[in-house]
């Protein structure tokens, strides 16, 4: 598998049995998981930065009728990641067989919503950040206390909203449009030997690429939860498929409602969740 994944340029799907299981929750009415059990697949996984697709349905993949198991899976790399992420494993009915069949599915891209605010490292790093904070809290005293601080914390989350839109709003268009004028330059240096203009110009953008290059991988890092990498190693195509895999695990494909009837579009998934919360804040009352 590794030697595979060592020359595999494009998107690679690798979907079956892999006779190991990873999480603790993979193994039923058998011994306990132990990490010598997992440790070798969990390495492959981090070295090559394969990912696990979503699944759907069973949840083992495997049993003697006295043991259950999830060793079959569905495992795609970083390409597939950032070509096609809405995708999930459907695991279905053994039948005959002592493994499940796996399926896989091509899901409806559920449209963008309303994302809650966050507060990326890149943008505390900005030498003006402390100034825009502090402005932000001043002259919003109230009549309340904590009308007051509502209203502080408030106005710092704009403040920092306003930031990150001047600075930080579409930084992989700044690294592309970088990258086209460094080839620009390198190209036109190529027939203008030691000119000193060039040179200059060269070696300020080669910083800026490297500057814009740390705040993607940051943010890339940051949205994709992954702990275990450091910054600096050329790791933002990673981390931007782990922020995808990430982005598709919490997407609800798929739901049944009390009568049994299985929900697939985006907008009846909503209904349902909606009325369900909405009866018991009716039931409570």
Same mark, same amino acid.
């Given at each position: ?9 494009g ?29 070798d ?7 090559t ?7 759907? &349905? +069973?949840?083992? =993949?495997?049993? $003697? !009728? ?10 795609? #790399? %970083? ?8 995708v ?12 499940s ?9 559920q449209g ?31 009549? &309340? +206390?904590?009308? =007051?601080?509502? $209203? !502080? ?10 930031? #990150? %839109? ?10 592309k ?13 190529s ?11 060269e ?43 990430r ?38 009352s």
């Open positions: 598998m590794r030697q595979i994944h060592s020359i595999q340029q998107p690679w799907l690798a979907m079956g049995d892999y006779n190991v299981v990873v999480h603790p929750q993979d193994r039923l009415c058998g011994t306990d998981v132990r990490d010598m059990e997992t440790k697949f969990k390495e492959y996984m981090r070295d930065g394969m990912n696990e697709l979503q699944y759907v &349905g +069973r949840n083992y =993949t495997w049993t $003697n !009728n006295h043991t259950y198991s999830r060793i079959d899976r569905g495992l795609v #790399n %970083t390409t597939w990641m950032m070509t096609m992420p809405n999930k494993v459907q695991v279905l009915e053994p039948m005959v067989s002592d493994h069949p796996l399926k896989l599915e091509i899901c409806q891209a963008k919503k309303n994302r809650p605010f966050k507060l990326f490292n890149c943008i505390a790093d900005h030498p003006q950040f402390m100034q825009h904070i502090e402005e932000a809290w001043k002259d919003r005293s109230t009549n &309340g +206390r904590m009308q =007051t601080v509502w $209203n !502080n914390l408030k106005g710092v989350k704009e403040a920092i909203k306003s930031l #990150n %839109t001047q600075h930080y709003k579409g930084v992989d268009g700044k690294i449009e970088i990258r086209r004028k460094l080839q620009r330059i390198q190209e036109e240096m027939s203008k030997l030691q000119n000193k203009e060039l040179i200059d110009k070696k300020e953008l080669k910083g800026e690429l490297e500057k814009w290059g740390k705040i993607e991988e940051s943010i890339y890092r940051q949205k994709s939860r992954v702990q275990w990498l450091k910054l600096g190693d050329s790791n933002s195509a990673y981390f931007y498929s782990q922020m995808k895999n982005n598709h695990l919490n997407e609800i494909q798929n739901l049944t409602n009390e009568v049994g009837t299985q929900l697939m579009m985006e907008e009846d998934i909503e209904a349902e969740i909606l009325g369900y919360y909405k009866k018991i804040a009716w039931i409570k």
